[in-house]
């Protein structure tokens, strides 16, 4: 029946615009939930981090593996923050997106026509490519096309790499003042790591070190999920 109706009648412009806004706030809130489970996994790196660095400063003996270890929990923590930021430049969009549409509807209500974005189009292009928010961008897409407020849908073979440059090759000097942030006030300071020579390697502590680290990188993994 409603296929019928599709036929003949135009869809209703202000269902259209309700229908938008409802995937553009679940979009927002599945945001906001993102955005705080990061900052609690930051929260979870830094204590990691200092009881790492106050293991190392008890124990002399454990201070070259917690040196290394400090430094990867503030690798993690330098990701954490950089999608952390990059969710909240997306919700920005969002919010722009969200007036945008709501101008079209009413210059549609006014003049009779919607004309077509290439700024919403530019954003919404934007959003889908964000893994968190794909499938209902991609629903939103098509509402936004029916309604006229853009003039094609979005492909799905967008390019993803740039989401992830940068994520990968933290500079140890960001690391360095990663460090100094979150060690501030506390016992001793984090030892720079030397590489460990053929016969460091071969030692049997690196073994346990190795096992020790595998155990770690679990934990950091947990904290991704």
């Known amino acids: 029946m409603e296929t ?15 229908k938008c806004n409802t995937l553009i706030r679940a979009n927002v809130r599945k945001l906001d939930r993102d955005i705080a489970s990061l900052k609690a996994n930051e929260s979870k790196i830094k204590s990691l981090i ?26 993690e ?10 969710l909240a430049t997306s ?4 919010s722009s997106v969200q007036m945008q549409v709501q101008e079209a509807f009413s210059v549609r209500k006014i003049e009779g026509s919607i004309r077509a974005s290439t700024g919403i189009m ?29 003039e094609e849908m979005v492909s799905d073979s967008l ?19 990663v460090l100094g942030e979150v060690l501030t006030g506390k016992l001793g300071k984090v030892q720079p790591v030397t590489v ?7 030692a049997p502590e690196d073994v346990a070190e190795e096992e020790t680290l595998d155990q770690m990188r679990g934990r950091l993994e947990a904290l991704r999920s």
Do not use: C, H, Y
């Open 159 to 177: 390019p993803s790499d740039d989401l992830l440059d940068g994520e990968d090759e933290e500079a140890e000097a960001e690391v360095d003042k």
């Open 50 to 75: 200092v009881a790492a660095n106050k293991r190392g400063q008890r124990n002399p003996s454990q201070a070259k593996q917690a040196a290394v270890e400090t430094r990867l929990f503030a690798k």
């Open 91 to 94: 919700k920005a969009q969002l």
């Open 122 to 150: 530019k954003d919404v292009n934007s959003l889908v490519r964000l893994p968190q928010l794909t499938g209902t961008m991609r629903e939103l897409s098509q509402e936004l096309v029916k309604a006229g407020v853009i």
């Open 196 to 202: 460990p020579t053929t016969a460091d390697e071969e």
């Open 4 to 18: 019928i109706k599709s036929v003949f009648w135009k869809p209703d412009p202000a269902a259209q615009m309700r």
């Open 77 to 86: 923590l330098i990701r954490a923050r950089k999608q952390s930021n990059r």
